[in-house]
């Protein structure tokens, strides 16, 4: 979703880091492959993830929510030369899409793929974070930041994917509609959260920037 008017968008991309030709590539794949290609995160969005990883300069990173590998390959930019990228899916059936990308990148021995429920995952993981991106089932969304929440490093950087939902969260809500519901709770949760400090942006369908003080 767009939020600015579509030329004042276009000049926003327009004068924006270009996408990298692996991810074009990744692109095209997913779009021809896959079902549900707008779960891209994009190439302006790309370009903000990758963005906000080289000024945080991430050593450990935990992505909820791969799909086809995309966002992780924009994260892994900004990663320490020694770090290593941890993400998590569900879908078992992408994980040799993704890891063909992985591999192909400057970080594929230091991506490690995890297939499974995040619930169940991030318990086990014996770390901590320095750069976690959220973008998987919303209505799970408080209960993957009460998980990572005690595994960040002071300072470290807590990305929400969605928060804005297309616009559901300032429309009539119905009660069946369970992910928006959750997105309204979850928003309120990060505003209220004394463990964090939080900038949502208008960027796409709404990203989140929470600070663990």
């Not at 994260?75 to 990308?101: F, P, S």
């Not at 709770?185 to 600070?211: A, C, F, M, Q, W």
């Amino acid at each position: 979703m767009h939020f600015l008017p579509e030329e004042l968008d276009d000049y926003v991309v327009a004068h924006t880091e270009d996408e990298p030709p692996l991810l074009q590539e990744l692109t095209r794949e997913t779009y021809q492959k896959i079902l549900m290609p707008r779960m891209l995160s994009g190439p302006y969005q790309g370009r903000v993830l990758s963005m906000i990883s080289k000024l945080a300069s991430p050593n450990n990173i935990l992505e909820i929510g791969t799909y086809t590998g995309y966002s992780a390959l924009c994260l892994a930019e900004g990663m320490r030369k020694e770090g290593v990228l941890h993400t998590i899916d569900i879908n078992e059936e992408l994980h040799d899409l993704q890891r063909k990308y992985f591999d192909r990148s400057s970080w594929g021995t230091q991506i490690v793929q995890h297939v499974g429920d995040a619930t169940e995952i991030i318990p086990q993981l014996d770390m901590t974070f320095d750069l976690v991106f959220i973008d998987a089932d919303k209505p799970n969304y408080p209960t993957y930041l009460n998980l990572v929440i005690d595994k960040m490093n002071k300072g470290g950087i807590i990305l929400s994917d969605n928060v804005l939902w297309s616009g559901k969260v300032v429309e009539n809500v119905h009660p069946d509609d369970e992910s928006t519901i959750a997105l309204l709770n979850y928003n309120s949760l990060l505003k209220n959260d004394v463990r964090v400090e939080t900038v949502l942006l208008p960027i796409r369908d709404g990203l989140t920037i929470s600070r663990v003080v």
